[in-house]
């Protein structure tokens, strides 16, 4: 028993806390029993990877268990093999520490405190992706899930790495997480899904509206004005009515008069008067 626990830590098969020293120290403490174990593993993690930079403000995500009921129902090949209890009993443990497992919570505490708060909310958005997207798949039984646990120390080792390196701005962790993220979605990729619940999703950034320009186009022909409605003909007094209809009386013998002289050669009487005695 002893061989195989050197081998399976000392040997750097798994050393998820990258502790140093004699391979003895660390068997003597092994023989200590799995709940002693756990909670040492636990207390040398939240001191190891401390660098007093900042002081945590925004707290990592922990599992809901409606979270990932939609991950656990969209693989129908591990519903036969795995309950769902047996599934999230897994995704706990992943969050929280397991034997020789260490919790996922204290890593992700100890990487945001290595972070100035103002810049804390990003780097706790990128750790809560990542958690839940490696929960989510390697909770499932071993025959289908994608994430196996030889992948785990790897990608917390350079989480856990890069924060102690970090001066608190996140030029060192920040593109550790990226580049993370980005290979457990390529692990992931296709069917089954793994969704992500919508309190991790980040809201969609609102467009910013653009002022109206017309700019490489025609100006706008603004419709012609409504012509104003004719007036309404004044009404006329009989005597207006009456003087009227002499004078057009008088233009038509005026009128009459002229075309006849024209056809005689005779000028026409003065005043218009008609022939005869």
Known sequence: MSRLLRRFTCNGLYNPLRLTGKCSNMIAMLRLGPATLVMLTLGLAGTCGA???????????YPIEADFRATYDAD??????????????????FYDGYLLYPSWIALEKRAIAAIVPA??????????????????EWAKDNDHHRIKKEDLPGWGNRINDAAQKDSGSGSTLFPVIDQVSLDIRAKIQGPPAVPLPSRLTPPAPKPKPTPPTNHGTAPAVRPPAPKPPAKPHPKQTHGQAVAKKVKRKAAARKHKSGVKASKTGAPPKPGGAPDGG
């Open 119 to 136: 810049r804390q909310a990003r780097a706790a958005r990128g750790l809560d992706t990542i958690g839940f997207l490696t929960a989510a």
């Open 76 to 93: 129908l090949g591990n519903q036969g093999a795995q309950s769902f209890d047996d599934y999230y009993t897994w995704v706990k443990r």
């Open 51 to 61: 660098t007093g930079v900042a002081i945590q403000s925004v707290g990592p995500y």
